[in-house]
């Protein structure tokens, strides 16, 4: 047996794009208590009081609502180099490109879906500035006190038109472990979820009923408590934020969701709970069709709209609504 | 720069010795909740509920109450041979044995301050029997419902002479990351945490007062939330279990904490909250001196005994209590 | 202004009829976590560990699922006297009648819609058994650490005709305040909270869509905190109980709630949360029918059966749900 | 038997004296998360989100730490009128005045341990302005998502040359019951528990062992759940606010506390958990000197400035803690 490769180290940000950037940045700054981290063209970067790098949230206006692009950190340059000539033989080879604020230069690439994905290696370690600097040393900057108070990017959920390509798109050339899927009874792979790390998962791919490539389902923060989440809920309440679905708990993976929708049109989740992955031989749980009829949280039924909206909003989406799914 | 070790996959169980063992079996299994999940020989093993291994703590019937072994999963059998290599090049090496229940062959060898590590690759995966299958088939076995409902084994805390010869001894040779210390202002290193994996740390030593070598000063299982914690100190309370500090965060890794003393004189940590350490370059958190004069829990004092207290037990430590420290 | 009336002390207990006795004691011993108090003819009698008095639940067999009586203590001798006077000179008055195990004399009688209510002073204080002696005294008896684990009876909620109607009869009559309301366009009282003291309401009626009198919506024990409800809902799904809602916040009385059914067919409802009234001249909020559109659960809309289905089951509900409502 | 006085409704507003009245307004405001609800003279009034009244705090300037008067609502004008006339009977009458900002005339006396005490029953129902206006009308104003998030005041610590003195006072002229107290050996009344309604407590002396008069033990603000208090204790340690002890668990009245000392030098707690009183004839639980002697906090001894010091600050409290006590 070949040992497993493990060359990306972690999910570093997410690149947002929102119609509405004044409204999502109150969205992320006041109400997740994230902080500025820098400005630059259309983009202002965030980061939650957990993050040891400069940024885990890039925001950045534009026409319609999406994502810009997913960046994972590898765990060397060696790794990194690995990763690249990995993708450059199967003919997925993308391009170097100076990185965002923060990071050095990342090379970039699209899945099978459309959706692009960032690696790099060479990473700025955030210093606090006097106002910011925690009580404790060993962590990167303070506690907000403010709004939810989100400790880190948890997770990013793309739709796709095919979700199982694209799990063996990256399993092959960038090394993540398949954690959990769910397999239909025709064998369609309507959901998978990859881990690079001992988080059971960092991205996901669900399956896009509207057939739109490159769509996002939603990007997820992670709160320590799942009291956290509740908290989360009444202030969600107070500032008018529409409330999608939970708080509540997954079957697949535990994780105790909230999911919201951004001004800017995004679903944002706010998350806690589920669980690490220590098995180095860890097999992906199957959930079969008729498992997942049983219902998602807690065994109860989750809205319609969750399982067929995404960004860019599409006309398609009305459609399913209205014809059920 | 050479690329970092990653060769060990995770903190896999440990052997805990008790003079009392039919307590301490009441303790671990009604108490924490955990379950039997064999017997042999002056042992009982019991697993928690996520354990995907057989088993996570081997309780053994002893004179006095102390540590047996620790021991550590690889990630491949290619990494435990590496290991073993690393051990004997370095004139640590152990000996090869038959496992314990639940995995195959081990390697054994003792620290510089004399305690027991094992290394194993092949273990078997747990599967639940029809009365612990769980409701969500990603979890090991049912959640019990029952006393406190320890999620697994989170870390083992050592005591030794001189915990910076043990930290750069598991560095050199399995790989182990330095992850937080404790510095005195002479140099002396009176603490220090180290991780196999994202989990910040696994294992840890602090210094023996009573230079007695080759004791634990506690292990620790984790609870998925604070509140846990909180109920477990009802609980405790309601068992007669004598608790000597928290709940309470330390400053140190951020962990939430419980300690109580299990029937058999060994103390047992409850524990929750912390942060995982996702930078693939993390450098250690040094804590000075004045910095941990300042309290460890929020910044209040622990107990004296907190400081001293070991098993076993040694006269020594009653002297120092009666001195202060 | 003529003093308010205040002599009813608090809910006190309430029987609850099932048609499968065996398997509602299991989910009322060992998932809730209740303790058996007694047992007498085809009643068992269960008590929390926060109930001061005996027991707070008579569970008695029964051919059909709903609600036996629900019985309030009031605050003295005299209060009791009171009670009665002014419900025989309303022309509602009742019997009297030995009491359940635990208390003395109770005088029975019928709201306007046929629910069974008692009124008693007389009742033993609860001295525990060793075996459910708690580690400190100002506790009824041991936390038991043992299923869900709640601490006490919080509510009653009935269906009725005419909630309205119901109301004015418990304020007159027993003098319990109105604390919320909702009231549609049309005038009509679609659901009315009321309290008999600091607590923010104990009974309540919401509007039976089936028209059918005398029946049960749900009962609600009450636990400590909000994760107490989340760790419910894991044991639920551990033990195959069916939850119908939740765990969500309810808009009216800001609830903490997870609805499940019972095996004998019966809503019952763990809870948290909410707040105390202490307003002497508190005036009840009044809900309108384009609030109460608003959705209930942070904004988010309940299912459907919540708001048709209760105990005794009827042949309508199936009506109701099939054709919306 | 007589029926019981239940005249109090509530406690409803403390008058805390600081030194440091801008430093002590940014610990209640933004630490704490109140509302700034007038000014008048030296004094600011605040609020917290569940306060149905105007302000639960009046905080003066004044030379020295300690506390100004506290306040109970009554259930009545009557109610008011029986109070007034009992005090006067008893020879411990005071003067009527002008009452607080949001709220009519009061009625002033003392204690016999020289603590100024207020009673009123005219108060202003607190409308909020657009900017605090809450999403759930239920709710006085809306959740701060600002600090601690503390939803009213809970109780006031008195401390006392002879609790059992001021005790009997209360229970005598102001109806108060008895909830817990603790008796040592010699018949001493160490300390006094006192309720108005259903709270377990909201008044409470415990010995001055400086032996002088009039001072503040602690003023104590309630949160939803003990998860909050955690919370509290991260947010504390963030803005340098210094904490003596908790987050624990009180055996007495089974408070989850947290206590800090205020920059104005008072000592404030942040509470949650407890349990209410339901009983009309609750007898009092009684603690011995044996039994408190096991440790306050989960059977965990607290620190010994806790059980000496208060305000305004003595000299005599060094002396008390050099010494031992």
Not at 182 to 189: A, H, P, R, W
Request: hydrophobic share 40%.
């Amino acid at each position: 047996m070949t040992e497993p490769v493990r060359d990306l180290a972690h999910l570093s940000h997410v690149e947002l794009l929102t119609p509405k950037p004044d409204e999502s940045l109150v969205y992320f700054r006041e109400i997740l208590g994230m902080e500025v981290a820098g400005e630059q063209g259309d983009s202002v970067y965030l980061r939650a009081f957990g993050d040891y790098e400069r940024a885990s949230l890039k925001l950045t206006a534009s026409a319609q609502a999406g994502i810009g692009h997913l960046a994972y950190r590898t765990h060397s340059v060696e790794a990194l180099e690995r990763r690249v000539a990995a993708l450059e033989a199967a003919g997925a080879g993308g391009a170097w490109h100076d990185g965002d604020l923060g990071h050095g230069a990342a090379y970039g690439f699209l899945d099978p879906d459309g959706h692009r994905f960032e690696l790099f290696y060479e990473s700025e370690r955030y210093a606090a500035p006097p106002e910011l600097r925690p009580a404790l040393k060993n962590q990167p900057h303070r506690y907000p006190g403010r709004g939810v108070g989100v400790r880190q990017l948890d997770h990013v959920n793309f739709l796709a038109v095919d979700p199982g390509e694209n799990r063996v798109f990256l399993q092959t050339n960038l090394g993540l472990r398949l954690t959990e899927q769910i397999v239909l009874d025709d064998g369609t792979e309507a959901g998978v979820w990859l881990a690079s790390n001992q988080k059971s998962y960092d991205v996901t791919y669900t399956r896009d009923l509207t057939r739109t490539p490159g769509r996002l389902h939603h990007i997820a923060f992670f709160v320590d408590q799942r009291e956290d989440v509740l908290r989360a809920a009444d202030i969600f309440l107070e500032h008018g934020i529409v409330m999608e679905s939970g708080p509540h708990k997954h079957a697949i993976q535990q994780t105790f969701f909230l999911y919201t929708w951004e001004p800017g049109g995004n679903r944002v989740e706010v998350c806690s709970g589920g669980f690490l992955i220590f098995a180095p031989d860890h097999e992906a749980v199957v959930w079969s069709q008729a498992e997942r009829a049983k219902g998602q949280a807690w065994g109860m039924q989750t809205v319609a709209s969750f399982h067929i909206k995404g960004t860019p909003h599409v006309s398609e989406e009305d459609a399913l609504l209205a014809g059920g799914h």
